[in-house]
């Protein structure tokens, strides 16, 4: 039998994209709680202030400036990654954008940043960190999807585009890689008030009210936390999770059943 007393990570490393703020660092938070060794990286500096004040409390804890859309950065996060903690177990391709634009809105550059960094960027970090783990005798993959994979959101072409392509990453990696022992599964959150949600719904103009009237549509009564996608990526990474791999997990408080 299992123990069941709860998450174990210790000894083990993971790497968390996007997680200066928002989902990701409540995803990064509950790996230092269950005894990870953590690396945050993200283009945003703010991860250096999130990772000391976890290094202060004496958990290892580590910062990294990268664009995941950037090979050079990658490449250059895998051998840090490689240099402080001899290289990773778990990796969680969580940076996103989201940015709102429909065909006739979206124009070429938009949809190269969006696909650079939500879809090109879980490639190039997948790319970059399987090696290791591999040699390491094997691994763990979260990617951090969204419901827009399957309902194609026609307000936001590249991201709903960019997330269905995260789910077929998921499930090609999954079958290259189940042999080395490397599992590879894709989380949905449903609606999360994250730092980049909220700013923006404060940008769009939304006013409460609507906001209230759309948390009282939700099945469960309220929107999810980043704590909710974290527990689900800490049991995804878990040895409770060991036979699944190729798998999308939706955290979404019933959002998807109506
Ligand atoms: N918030 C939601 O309701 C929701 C719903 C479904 C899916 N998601 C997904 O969850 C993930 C996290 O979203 P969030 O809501 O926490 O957003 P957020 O904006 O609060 O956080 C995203 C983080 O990613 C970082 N980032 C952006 N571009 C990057 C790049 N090129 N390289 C490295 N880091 C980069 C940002 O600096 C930020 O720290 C995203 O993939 C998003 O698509 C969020």
Known sequence: MKDTAGFNFAGKTALVTGAAKGIG????????RYG???IIADVDEQGEAVAARWRQDGYAARFFRCDV?????????????EQEFGGLDMLVNNAGIFPRATLSETDEALWDRVIGINLKGVYLMCQAAVP???SRGGGSIVNIGSLHAATGASDMLAYAISKGGVVTLTRNLAS???KHRVRVNCIHPGWVASDGEMARIAASGENGDTLE???KRMPMGRMQTGNDIASAVVFMMSDFADQITGQQLTVDGGISIR
């Open 132 to 134: 290791g783990m591999i």
């Open 36 to 38: 990870a060794n953590v």
């Open 176 to 178: 290259t890689l189940a």
């Open 25 to 32: 660092a409540d995803i990064a938070a509950q790996f230092i």
């Open 69 to 81: 859309s950037q090979g050079n950065d990658v490449a250059q996060l895998a051998a840090y990654a």
């Open 213 to 215: 009237k759309a948390i």
